[in-house]
């Protein structure tokens, strides 16, 4: 435990003074008229939110809000991590990792803290108690510099899999979405004496190329094929080929910093055609891109995508591991047989609702399933 440092964010009001600054000073392009969203974050949008930034939002009480909770910092391998370990008072109450994904945070589970740890004080069954580990991903918020390239998923794991046990856990669940449904079921493989189950959210599961794979899909699943071959994967491009190039723009300008991440908002919440703040609170989504632009992590959150998909195997060959249970939204493209195929699938949840951003959109939708499946592994 002696490698195991307290921890505070504690941002410099020169930071903070820079920003609403930058904010002031920004320069404007043209638009189309008539195209709305169709062809990116619209500029009158844009201008209203940057401006709310500016003179609105308050990033000193979002701060003290994660202050709230207890955050620490450790070196693995030499690599700064840090996290969120916030105890149940229940003393039985089951070790739980929570990752998040891009472009979020440790912030995307704020609303879930409360009722994961302390189900009793809210007419809940104290047997469903967890202790939670919120790390900020490395590369992303406070866990950084990056110790070097590689840092893909299963290095992310070995990483996490160390730091519960150097935290005394022995037995431990994982939940993940999206970045963080990646790296929840490769920990699960690594450190399979000890993790006993993942339940991930926006999982994505890949065809392989195998006779008859395509066929006998329903029609919700066609849907999701096809949606999975549409999407507009712009930034993920640049995510994944140019990670350090993107990041001059979005490191030097909080708009562009803010578009680039206030976009993934709009187009991965539910419902579709609303705005992102009609699923997300706009504060919310405010200090998601604070925390990028305050940590200065443009570039390196973006580097997974590139060590996944650049340097490594978007679809590598399935491994299976850990008891898994998959919660689809309603914005999410899962296929079951395909999650199926590479995970040991236990249990699986269909919402009429929500979308890629659950913990923030419908945390109480997260939170029955993640007791619903750990309640499966006591």
Not at 20 to 25: F, T, Y
Not at 87 to 106: I, M
Request: glycine content about 10%; aromatic content about 10%.
């Amino acid at each position: 435990m002696t490698d195991i440092r307290p921890f505070r964010i504690d941002i410099p009001q020169t930071d903070l003074d820079d920003l609403h600054d930058r904010l002031a000073r920004t320069r404007w392009p043209a638009e189309l008229p008539g195209v709305g969203w169709s062809r990116g974050v619209p500029v009158d949008y844009l201008r209203d939110l940057a401006e709310h930034w500016r003179t609105g939002y308050d990033w000193r009480a979002q701060e003290a809000a994660l202050n709230a909770h207890p955050q620490f910092t450790t070196t693995v391998d030499g690599q700064n991590l840090h996290f969120l370990h916030v105890r149940s008072p229940e003393p039985d109450a089951t070790p739980l990792v929570l990752l998040h994904g891009w472009p979020g945070g440790v912030v995307d589970f704020l609303d879930v803290i409360g009722p994961l740890t302390d189900p009793r004080s809210r007419g809940g069954d104290p047997a469903d108690a967890f202790h939670l580990v919120i790390p900020s991903l490395p590369g992303f918020g406070f866990s950084t510099p990056l110790a070097g390239p590689g840092m893909g998923a299963a290095r992310m794991a070995g990483l996490l899999a160390t730091l519960m046990s150097r935290l005394g856990y022995d037995r431990y669940g994982v939940h993940g979405y999206d970045t963080g449904s990646w790296v929840a079921p490769e920990l699960g493989r690594q450190d399979l004496d000890h993790v006993i189950g993942v339940h991930v959210n926006a999982m994505i599961a890949f065809p392989v190329g195998e006779e008859g794979e395509l066929d006998g899909l329903s029609e919700v699943e066609q849907r999701r094929w096809e949606a999975m071959r549409n999407f507009n994967d712009g930034y993920l491009q640049c995510n994944s080929k140019r990670p350090q190039t993107v990041a001059y723009g979005l490191h030097d300008s909080p708009v562009g910093q803010l578009a680039w991440v206030v976009e993934k908002f709009k187009e991965l919440t539910d419902p579709e055609e609303g705005l992102p703040e009609d699923s997300v609170d706009r504060d919310r989504i405010l200090t998601e891109v604070s925390l990028y632009w305050l940590t200065g992590t443009a570039a390196s959150a973006a580097q997974v995508y590139y060590e996944e998909i650049s340097a490594g195997d978007w679809a590598a060959e399935p491994r299976r591991g850990a008891p898994t249970g998959v919660l689809v939204s309603a914005r999410d493209v899962t296929i079951r047989r395909w999650a199926e195929r590479d995970h040991d699938v236990v249990h699986w949840t269909e919402l009429d609702r929500g979308g890629h951003f659950l913990s923030m959109e419908d945390p109480e939708a997260l939170v029955e399933d993640l007791r619903t499946f750990f309640r499966k592994l006591r």
